[in-house]
């Protein structure tokens, strides 16, 4: 039991990991945030919390501090390129905006630790997590296509959360607090809805490359009728 913890673990760390490394890169890519403003939010006020104000024991500290490294990355493409996302929001109301989303969110996390796990992460980070699988299907909806988007960002998150998932059942110092039906509603939840995001994903993939080849194969068609119509009075008579 031991030893399956320690390998979901790294799991987590190491597909998570790649997941921000994905959404950096598509976010670059294509001038905009991979991951929603609201869970980017939420997502850098608990990655801050339990890597420097109530720092985790263990090698989960160090995974907390990288990806609070890639946190960082996240933040400049949603700075750079935000502005592009919301034109009807004034220019300079961005910037304070990001930042009281920033200050409500990690207010939010710090209470909710608090309150309902004695200062602890498990609670706050599953309960983001099933927030953050439903606005990336609501990205994608509003996006209405895969800009800053990737089968790849889908899937590593998806295993990525389902090894952090694996990690608390398999714990053998589990503390009863993360034994309830709460926290196995929210290993379900986060499954379902990241299978969902992945699946619509490549439905969307899949439909933009038929849509493609339609479209090349009607340019090439075209130019075959065009030549197919002209008469050939030498043939027939």
Known sequence: MGALHTAFLLGTGVFWAAAYALIIRAG?????????????AT??????????????????QVVNIVWFCFDLAIAYTVVRF????????PERLFLPALVAVLLLAYLGMNFASEQFDRGEGAIT??????????????????????RGQSLG???????????????????????PRHETALM????????????????????????????????????????TTLGAGLPVHGLDG
């Open 184 to 223: 196995h509603y929210f290993y379900v939840a986060c499954l379902v809805l990241d299978v969902a995001y992945a699946y619509a994903v490549y439905a969307v993939r899949r439909h933009d490359a038929q849509r493609r080849h339609a479209d090349e194969a009607g340019r090439a068609g075209t130019g």
């Open 153 to 175: 960002i889908a899937l590593t998150k998806l295993v990525g959360t389902a090894c952090a998932s694996l990690t608390l059942l398999t714990d053998p110092d589990a503390v």
């Open 82 to 89: 935000g502005r592009a996302e919301f034109p009807y929001l």
């Open 125 to 146: 980070a599953f309960g983001s997590n099933v927030a953050m699988s439903a606005m990336f299907l609501g990205m994608l909806a509003a996006r209405r296509g895969l």
């Open 28 to 40: 670059l890519r294509e001038r905009t945030f991979g991951m929603p403003v609201v869970a980017f």
């Open 43 to 60: 997502n850098m006020s608990w990655e801050f919390m339990f890597a420097f104000v109530r720092p985790q024991a263990g090698v989960m």
